[in-house]
Nanobody
Framework: QVQLVERGGGLVQAGGSLTLSCAASGSRFSINTMAWYRQAPGKQRELVAAISNDGNRNYADSVRGRFAISRDNTKSMLLLLMNRLRPEDTAVYYC?????????WGQGTQVTVSS
C-alpha cells in the first residue's frame, strides 16, 4: 500500500505561482512513475505532468513551459511548480503514483486562479 498526501493548493491571481507537494508513505520504494492530474468542475480528470523513476518528464500541452514537475526519491516527495497561472488552471489537483501493479491517488488539493 502507498499513501499520498498533497499540500500547497490555494487561491492565486492570474499570472501568479504556486507549488504543490505530495508526500508518499507506505511501500514507497515500490513506486515507479509519479504524476499530477487535475479535474475541473464538469470535466474529466486529465494528466498534467508525469515523471518516471529515472527522471523522464511528460507534460500536457496546456502547461508545458509554465509548470515543472520534479521528485526526490530519497524523500518520496513529488513537486509541481506552477508559474504564469491562468483561470483555466483552476481545478482539484491529484497526486498519483504507480506501484505494486496499481494506481494510487491522493485526496486532492484545490487550486483556484482568479482573473
Amino acid at each position: 500500500q502507498v499513501q499520498l498526501v498533497e499540500r500547497g493548493g490555494g487561491l492565486v491571481q492570474a499570472g501568479g505561482s504556486l507549488t504543490l507537494s505530495c508526500a508518499a508513505s507506505g511501500s514507497r520504494f515500490s513506486i515507479n512513475t509519479m504524476a499530477w492530474y487535475r479535474q475541473a468542475p464538469g470535466k474529466q480528470r486529465e494528466l498534467v505532468a508525469a515523471i518516471s523513476n529515472d527522471g523522464n518528464r511528460n507534460y500536457a500541452d496546456s502547461v508545458r513551459g509554465r509548470f515543472a514537475i520534479s521528485r526526490d526519491n530519497t524523500k518520496s516527495m513529488l513537486l509541481l511548480l506552477m508559474n504564469r497561472l491562468r483561470p483555466e488552471d483552476t481545478a482539484v489537483y491529484y497526486c498519483n503514483c504507480r506501484a505494486l501493479g496499481r494506481d494510487y491517488w491522493g485526496q486532492g488539493t484545490q487550486v483556484t486562479v482568479s482573473s
